[in-house]
C-alpha cells in the first residue's frame, strides 16, 4: 500500500459505506483501530481494526476470521463483523469488535503491573487460550494492544490468526513456517509477561539463533514460566496446563518478612544453669575419687563363700560330654520326624536310667548325630516360554476428524487432500506430528495437524515387545463429507 495509510484514513470518513470512524484508538505500524457504532440501530460503540494488504496474507486471515465468528467464550471479545473495501483506491481489511474501555498497551507505557496484577491478567488470558487450542485454533496475535479491559474483565481480542507478512519478536521463530501451531501461542504470551512485568519486551536477535534473555528482575513463578514459555523448539515450551499449574502452585503474594538484626558471631558462652551443673558434676567426681582412694576396701561388698561340695556324692562329668535332659517332652511338642536310618547307639545319662528310651533326646551336639537323609532334588524349573517373534502391526483405538464448520466445508470445490506424519511411542501416543503434504489449504493444513495429535494406538509389537512406530494420515475434505485413511509404515 502506499504511504498514504494510515493517513488517508480520518477520522470522520465511513468504512465500506457502513461504520463511521469516530475517534482514533491507536494502532501499530500494520493496523490502525478507531472507535466506531453498530449499524443495527442501537447505537452501540464498538470498535474497528483496519489492515493494509501489503502486511496481510488476504485469504488466510479472512478464512479464520469466519471461523472467529462462530466462536463464545466469556474472555473472547465477540467478532460483529468482518470484510474488504476501498480507502482512496487501495484495499484494506477490516474487522469490528467489541469496544474496550482500556488495552494493556495504553497501560504499559506508564507503569509495569503488579505481579499479581499480573497473575489477575493471566487467568482471564490462559482460558480464553485454552477454548481455542483446544478447537484446534491458534490465537496468533497476543500483543498488549490485543489484551482488552472491558467493565473491569480481561479478554482478547477475537481478531486471531491475521497472518501478519513482516515479524516482530512476539513472533515464534517458527512462525515463518506454513503452519503454526499452539506451541506459538506460547512464546507470544513469554514475551507478553516480560513487558507486562518490566514495561519492555525482551531483546532478542532472531538471526543468532539464541533463546531472549529472561530478566532477572521477574519474580517467581514468571520468570521460571518465561524461561520455559520462550524455547526455540516447540517441542520443549511449557503448556497451558503447566503454565496453570505453576500458578497455583505458587503463593499469591510474598508473606512479610520482618526485619533480620545483623548476626555478630561470638563465642559461645554457656548459661549460669549450665554452669551450676558442671561445677556440681566436678565436685562430685572429686569426692569420689577420694572416697575410693581413702577408703576403697570399705566400698566394695565381700563375695559370699561357694558352697563346699560333697566328696562323697558327686560324680564328676567329664568336660567333653554334654549333659543328656531325662525330662520328657511335651505333649504340646511335635515328636521329631522318624528317620528311616539305623540310629547310632547313644549311652544314656546315669541319671536317665528309669526313663523310657524313648523320652531321652538325644543331645544335639553329639558327634556321633547322623547326617541328613538326602532329600529328593528339586524338579527343575520349567523353560521360559520363547517370546512371540515377528513383527505384529499397529493399530487405532481413536481417531477424531477436525471440527470444521459446515460454513468452510460449503466453499471447498472437489476435495482438499492433506497428509500427516506421526511417530507413535510406545505407549501408543503420538509423540510428534508433522504436515507431509499441506495441500492447496493452510487452513485444512492446520486442523488436520491438530486433530491427528490427540490419536491414540495400540502399539505395534517386535518379538514381542511393544516399539514406537510410524503413521500416514491421509485427509480428505470435501463439501458432502470429510474421511481420513491411516497407514503404519514403520515397523
Same mark, same amino acid.
Request: proline fraction near 13%; include cysteine; hydrophobic fraction near 40%.
Given at each position: 500500500?502506499?504511504?498514504?495509510?494510515?493517513?488517508a484514513?480520518?477520522?470522520?470518513?465511513?468504512?465500506?459505506?457502513?461504520?463511521?470512524?469516530?475517534?482514533?484508538?491507536?494502532?501499530t505500524?500494520?493496523?490502525? *483501530?478507531y472507535?466506531?457504532?453498530?449499524?443495527?440501530?442501537?447505537?452501540?460503540?464498538?470498535?474497528?481494526?483496519?489492515?493494509?494488504?501489503e502486511?496481510?496474507?488476504?485469504r488466510?486471515?479472512?478464512?479464520?476470521w469466519?471461523?472467529a465468528?462462530?466462536?463464545?467464550h466469556?474472555h473472547?471479545?465477540?467478532?460483529?463483523? *468482518?470484510?474488504r473495501?476501498?480507502v482512496?483506491?487501495?484495499?484494506?481489511l477490516?474487522?469490528v469488535?467489541?469496544? +474496550?474501555?482500556?488495552?494493556l498497551?495504553?497501560?504499559l507505557?506508564?507503569?509495569?503491573?503488579s505481579?499479581?496484577?499480573?497473575?489477575?491478567?493471566?487467568g482471564?488470558v490462559?482460558?480464553a487460550?485454552?477454548?481455542l487450542?483446544?478447537?484446534?485454533?491458534?490465537?496468533?496475535?497476543l500483543?498488549?494492544?490485543?489484551?482488552?479491559?472491558?467493565?473491569d474483565q480481561?479478554?482478547?481480542? #477475537?481478531d486471531?490468526?491475521?497472518?501478519?507478512? +513482516?515479524r516482530?519478536?512476539?513472533d515464534?521463530?517458527e512462525a515463518?513456517a506454513?503452519?503454526?501451531?499452539?506451541?506459538?501461542d506460547?512464546?507470544?504470551l513469554?514475551?507478553?509477561?516480560?513487558?507486562?512485568?518490566?514495561?519492555h519486551?525482551?531483546?532478542?536477535?532472531?538471526?543468532?539463533g539464541?533463546e531472549p534473555?529472561?530478566? #532477572?528482575?521477574?519474580?517467581?513463578?514468571?520468570?521460571t514460566?518465561?524461561r520455559?514459555?520462550l524455547r526455540?523448539?516447540?517441542? !520443549? !515450551?511449557?503448556?497451558?496446563a503447566g503454565?496453570?499449574?505453576?500458578?497455583?502452585s505458587?503463593p *499469591?503474594?510474598?508473606?512479610?518478612?520482618p526485619p533480620v538484626?545483623p548476626v555478630?558471631?561470638r563465642?559461645a558462652?554457656?548459661s549460669?544453669?549450665?554452669r551450676? !551443673?558442671i561445677?556440681a $558434676?566436678?565436685v562430685?567426681v572429686?569426692?569420689?575419687t577420694?572416697a575410693t582412694?581413702?577408703f $576403697?576396701?570399705?566400698l566394695t561388698?565381700p563375695?559370699?563363700?561357694?558352697?563346699?561340695?560333697?566328696?562323697?556324692?558327686?560324680t564328676?562329668?567329664?568336660a567333653?560330654?554334654p549333659?543328656?535332659?531325662?525330662?520328657?517332652a511335651?505333649?504340646?511338642v511335635?515328636?521329631?520326624p522318624?528317620?528311616?536310618?539305623?540310629?547310632p547307639?547313644?549311652? #544314656?545319662?546315669?541319671t536317665?536310667s528309669?526313663?523310657?528310651?524313648?523320652?531321652?533326646a538325644?543331645s544335639?551336639?553329639a558327634?556321633t548325630?547322623? *547326617?541328613p537323609?538326602?532329600?529328593?532334588?528339586?524338579p527343575?524349573?520349567?523353560a521360559?516360554?520363547?517370546?512371540?517373534?515377528?513383527?505384529v502391526?499397529?493399530?487405532?483405538?481413536?481417531?477424531?476428524?477436525p471440527?470444521?464448520?459446515?460454513k468452510?466445508?460449503g466453499?471447498v470445490q472437489g476435495?482438499?487432500k492433506?497428509?500427516?506424519r506421526l511417530?507413535?511411542?510406545?505407549?501408543?501416543d503420538v509423540?510428534q506430528?508433522?504436515?507431509?503434504?499441506p495441500?492447496?489449504?493452510q487452513?485444512?493444513?492446520?486442523?488436520?495437524?491438530?486433530?491427528?495429535q490427540t490419536?491414540k494406538?495400540?502399539p505395534?509389537?517386535?518379538? $514381542?515387545r511393544a516399539v514406537?512406530s510410524?503413521?500416514l494420515?491421509?485427509?480428505?475434505f470435501?463439501?458432502s463429507?470429510?474421511?481420513?485413511? #491411516?497407514?503404519?509404515?514403520?515397523?
Amino acid at each position: 500500500m502506499s504511504a498514504t495509510f494510515p493517513d488517508a484514513i480520518s477520522v470522520g470518513r465511513v468504512i465500506d459505506g457502513r461504520f463511521p470512524l469516530i475517534q482514533e484508538l491507536g494502532g501499530t505500524q500494520w493496523s490502525s *483501530a478507531y472507535l466506531t457504532e453498530l449499524d443495527d440501530g442501537s447505537a452501540h460503540k464498538a470498535a474497528i481494526k483496519i489492515f493494509p494488504f501489503e502486511f496481510v496474507d488476504e485469504r488466510a486471515t479472512v478464512a479464520r476470521w469466519d471461523v472467529a465468528r462462530t466462536l463464545s467464550h466469556p474472555h473472547l471479545m465477540p467478532l460483529f463483523h *468482518a470484510g474488504r473495501c476501498a480507502v482512496e483506491g487501495e484495499d484494506v481489511l477490516y474487522v469490528v469488535t467489541e469496544y +474496550a474501555d482500556e488495552t494493556l498497551s495504553q497501560i504499559l507505557p506508564e507503569r509495569p503491573l503488579s505481579p499479581a496484577e499480573t497473575r489477575e491478567m493471566l487467568g482471564p488470558v490462559l482460558g480464553a487460550l485454552s477454548y481455542l487450542h483446544n478447537r484446534c485454533l491458534t490465537h496468533g496475535h497476543l500483543r498488549p494492544t490485543n489484551i482488552m479491559v472491558i467493565d473491569d474483565q480481561v479478554k482478547l481480542s #477475537p481478531d486471531f490468526g491475521w497472518r501478519a507478512r +513482516a515479524r516482530s519478536i512476539y513472533d515464534a521463530p517458527e512462525a515463518g513456517a506454513l503452519y503454526v501451531a499452539p506451541a506459538a501461542d506460547i512464546w507470544s504470551l513469554g514475551i507478553l509477561l516480560i513487558e507486562a512485568l518490566t514495561q519492555h519486551p525482551p531483546v532478542w536477535d532472531r538471526s543468532q539463533g539464541g533463546e531472549p534473555e529472561i530478566p #532477572p528482575i521477574l519474580p517467581e513463578p514468571f520468570f521460571t514460566i518465561c524461561r520455559e514459555c520462550l524455547r526455540n523448539d516447540p517441542a !520443549r !515450551r511449557c503448556t497451558l496446563a503447566g503454565i496453570k499449574a505453576r500458578l497455583n502452585s505458587a503463593p *499469591a503474594a510474598e508473606p512479610a518478612v520482618p526485619p533480620v538484626e545483623p548476626v555478630v558471631h561470638r563465642p559461645a558462652k554457656p548459661s549460669n544453669k549450665l554452669r551450676v !551443673r558442671i561445677l556440681a $558434676g566436678a565436685v562430685l567426681v572429686l569426692l569420689l575419687t577420694v572416697a575410693t582412694f581413702k577408703f $576403697g576396701w570399705n566400698l566394695t561388698p565381700p563375695s559370699p563363700a561357694p558352697a563346699p561340695v560333697p566328696q562323697s556324692t558327686a560324680t564328676p562329668t567329664p568336660a567333653a560330654e554334654p549333659v543328656t535332659a531325662t525330662i520328657s517332652a511335651p505333649s504340646a511338642v511335635p515328636a521329631p520326624p522318624k528317620v528311616t536310618a539305623p540310629a547310632p547307639s547313644i549311652a #544314656p545319662s546315669p541319671t536317665a536310667s528309669t526313663a523310657p528310651a524313648s523320652s531321652v533326646a538325644p543331645s544335639p551336639t553329639a558327634s556321633t548325630a547322623p *547326617a541328613p537323609p538326602p532329600q529328593p532334588a528339586s524338579p527343575p524349573a520349567p523353560a521360559a516360554e520363547p517370546l512371540q517373534s515377528g513383527v505384529v502391526k499397529g493399530s487405532v483405538t481413536q481417531q477424531p476428524l477436525p471440527a470444521i464448520p459446515a460454513k468452510i466445508l460449503g466453499g471447498v470445490q472437489g476435495h482438499v487432500k492433506v497428509e500427516i506424519r506421526l511417530d507413535v511411542d510406545a505407549a501408543g501416543d503420538v509423540s510428534q506430528a508433522s504436515i507431509a503434504s499441506p495441500g492447496p489449504s493452510q487452513y485444512f493444513a492446520n486442523q488436520a495437524l491438530h486433530a491427528a495429535q490427540t490419536w491414540k494406538f495400540i502399539p505395534a509389537k517386535v518379538d $514381542g515387545r511393544a516399539v514406537p512406530s510410524t503413521w500416514l494420515l491421509q485427509f480428505l475434505f470435501g463439501q458432502s463429507q470429510s474421511a481420513v485413511t #491411516p497407514s503404519e509404515e514403520a515397523p
